[in-house]
């Protein structure tokens, strides 16, 4: 499977953007899915998952109330909608697949990753 994630840009704090994190190769419907992100100098920080089916959602603590994580398995992708950001909130942003159930906040759960889009937020 490869993933891509797309629609990074540079923002103004309190602005809202949405990524997408298309799959080809194979369909991503029986998969858990989540974002990540990172910046310069920092470790690889968890932002949201969400299960196979959507009916459940894990974000990390910076992001609850601001960021959501919706599928549309029909098109195969996952999004990733930001709001309210802040500079704080600027990285490279990848989205990884995560086959079965475990820990959603480890790395090492996830297998496939995609290449990652910047966001940038100034203030």
């Known amino acids: 499977v490869q993933l891509q994630a797309s629609g990074g840009g540079l923002v103004q704090a309190g602005a809202s953007l949405r990524l997408s994190c298309a799959a080809s190769?194979?369909?991503?419907?029986?998969?858990?899915m989540g974002w990540w992100r990172q910046s310069p100098g920092k470790d690889r920080e968890f932002v949201a998952a969400?299960?196979?089916?959507?009916?459940?959602?894990y974000y990390g603590d910076s992001v609850k109330g601001r960021f959501t994580i919706p599928r549309d398995n029909a098109r195969n992708t996952v999004y990733l909608q930001m709001n309210s950001l802040k500079p704080e909130d600027t990285a490279v942003y990848y989205c990884a697949r995560k086959p079965g159930s475990g820990n959603y906040y480890n790395r090492f759960q996830y297998d496939y990753w995609g290449m990652g889009t910047q966001v940038t937020v100034s203030s």
């Open positions: 190769g194979r369909t991503i419907s029986d998969y858990n």
């Open positions: 969400i299960t196979t089916d959507g009916a459940s959602t």
